[in-house]
Antibody, heavy 121, light 108 residues
Framework: EVQLVQSGAEVKKPGESLKISCKGS????????IAWVRQMPGKGLELMGT????????IYSPSFQGQVTISADKSISTAYLQWSSLKASDTAMYYC??????????????WGQGTLVTVSA | EIVLTQSPGTLSLSPGERATLSCTAS???????LAWYQQKPGQAPRLLIY???SRATGIPDRFGGSGSGTDFTLTISRLEPEDFAVYYC?????????FGQGTKVEIK
């Protein structure tokens, strides 16, 4: 079964660092672009960036450039989203999603279950 | 950046009725690389349509996508109870990829 399984919910304080993960299984992880998508409470979907696990090429949406780091380790079929210094405004649900076709960017046909990140003093 | 504007914001309909959702882009979407997703409360989004009009695997044929250039439509021919949800369009033709703000389809 093709699936993406994300790490569990996190509660952090402002200024702390965090790295969340997304593990793929049931397919050749290195061949498919993975995206990270933010959904703030009660709001819509925002694409943060994408990573190609085959060569770790990461592309960021302008709003998120410099704010987060997206990476992947193809040896363990896992993509990551990390923050060096969290803010209260980072409180959101974060989804990873897989592009539909190997090698190409495109629509997202498989989604993780989401990781809820809460940042509060 | 391409801005996608979805209308209406909320659509109130009864089961069995036809739903027509609109997504308008601020500039032409390259190769009609436009997708539609459905999201229910507490769940991750689900891909319905890609390439403006191709149904994703396992999507019932009551869901249809159409349009090109800057104007796109998602049609649900006859609403089933499980179709009441929020729907998002997304363009992946130009970086940065962007989502619309969503249309909520609610039970009238």
């Amino acid at each position: 079964e093709v699936q993406l399984v994300q790490s569990g919910a996190e509660v952090k304080k402002p200024g702390e660092s965090l790295k969340i993960s997304c593990k793929g299984s049931g397919y050749t992880f290195s061949n498919y672009w993975i995206a990270w998508v933010r959904q703030m409470p009660g709001k819509g979907l925002e694409l943060m960036g994408t990573v190609y696990p085959g060569d770790s090429d990461a592309i960021y949406s302008p709003s998120f450039q410099g704010q987060v780091t997206i990476s992947a380790d193809k040896s363990i079929s896992t993509a990551y989203l990390q923050w060096s210094s969290l803010k209260a405004s980072d409180t959101a649900m974060y989804y990873c999603a897989r592009c539909r076709r190997p090698y190409y960017k495109g629509a997202f046909d498989m989604w993780g279950q989401g990781t809820l990140v809460t940042v509060s003093a | 950046e391409i801005v996608l504007t979805q209308s209406p914001g909320t659509l109130s309909l009864s089961p069995g009725e036809r739903a027509t959702l609109s997504c308008t882009a601020s500039q032409s979407v390259f190769s009609n690389y436009l997708a539609w997703y459905q999201q229910k409360p507490g769940q991750a989004p689900r891909l319905l349509i890609y390439g403006a009009s191709s149904r994703a695997t396992g999507i019932p044929d009551r869901f249809g996508g159409s349009g090109s250039g800057t104007d796109f439509t998602l049609t649900i021919s006859r609403l089933e109870p499980e179709d009441f949800a929020v729907y998002y369009c997304q363009q992946y033709g130009s970086s940065p990829w962007t989502f619309g703000q969503g249309t909520k389809v609610e039970i009238k």
